[in-house]
């Protein structure tokens, strides 16, 4: 029991992680009916930009994160402006080339720059006990930090006047600029927002994690299912989705050898796409 409670609240850590980077992934999905291919490789962006504020210029971590936050909006507007503003009516091959293709430059130029050698974040706080478990000091501050952001912005959605223009948008975007709501302004800035939380936990993940220009393709596809578990256009139920992965990830490696464990998730995956589409919490149509 203690070995399963150990595992369970490791992968649970962890999927609160998951599901930051699959918010960021289903908010873009759920605004403007786009699917971002680059979303892995902007997760990588998000690793190697806190290693740089980190080694490079001797940031905390932690503050790091909220620079590499403001990097990855501002970064997100700039690929929605070259890349996605003039087809986001066109047919989703478009947008799915375009993405994809924003996606190949950023491994293009990374891999010519850093290579695909592992980096790791010389950073450690030791452990804690939680319950019977010890867990490191960094899994659990990222955990937090998660959760601080994905409440931030379930309220910003909800009660600032820009959260309300984007639900709008969501809602129905000729009706938002009949009323006079600036659509390509808030699509531009949702997109940011998207790039931003991959990015945030790009820079959580490589608090305990090494990683490489390529590590991001590998949480893309998380993103995936959580987004499926949770309802792709639920921001919020990306979260619990993202703590189901976690939790399959903590508690698989006891009964089965790991490489079994994406199997089973992809497998998860599958079976909620025949039984029920929209997610287990129902995304929005």
Do not use: C
Not at 38 to 65: C, R
């Amino acid at each position: 029991m203690d070995a399963i409670l150990r595992s369970l609240i490791d992968g649970l850590l962890l999927g609160f992680v998951y599901g930051i980077a699959a918010m960021g992934l289903t908010l873009i999905w759920g605004v403007m009916n786009v699917i971002n291919l680059s979303h892995g490789s902007l997760i990588s962006l998000g690793m190697f930009s806190l290693y740089f504020l980190f080694t490079g210029l001797g940031i905390h971590p932690y503050l790091a994160v909220v620079i590499t936050a403001i990097l990855g909006l501002l970064l997100g507007i700039v690929i929605y402006a070259i890349a996605v503003h003039r087809i986001i009516n066109a047919p989703h091959l478009s947008t799915l080339l375009a993405t994809y293709s924003v996606n190949m430059i950023i491994l293009g130029i990374g891999t010519a720059i850093l290579s695909t050698s592992p980096y790791n974040v010389p950073f450690d706080l030791g452990s804690i006990k939680v319950a019977t478990s010890v867990v490191p000091t960094t899994r659990l501050i990222a955990a937090i930090v998660a959760m601080l952001v994905a409440g931030g912005l379930y309220l910003f959605l909800q009660y600032s006047r820009l959260g309300r223009y984007i639900r709008a948008v969501t809602d129905n975007r000729e009706a938002a600029e009949i009323v006079g709501i600036p659509s390509a302004q808030i699509l531009a800035f949702s997109f940011g927002l998207g790039t931003m939380l991959a990015a945030i936990s790009g820079g959580l993940i490589a608090t305990f994690f090494p990683f490489t220009i390529l590590a991001g393709g590998a949480y893309e596809l998380k993103s995936f299912v959580i987004g499926v578990l949770g309802g792709l256009g639920n921001p919020v139920g990306s979260l619990f989705g993202g703590l189901i992965l976690g939790a399959i990830e903590g508690l698989v490696p006891l009964a089965m050898p790991t490489t079994w464990t994406p199997v089973l998730e992809f497998v998860l995956f599958v079976l909620i796409l025949l039984v029920r589409p929209t997610g287990l919490f129902g995304g929005s149509e």
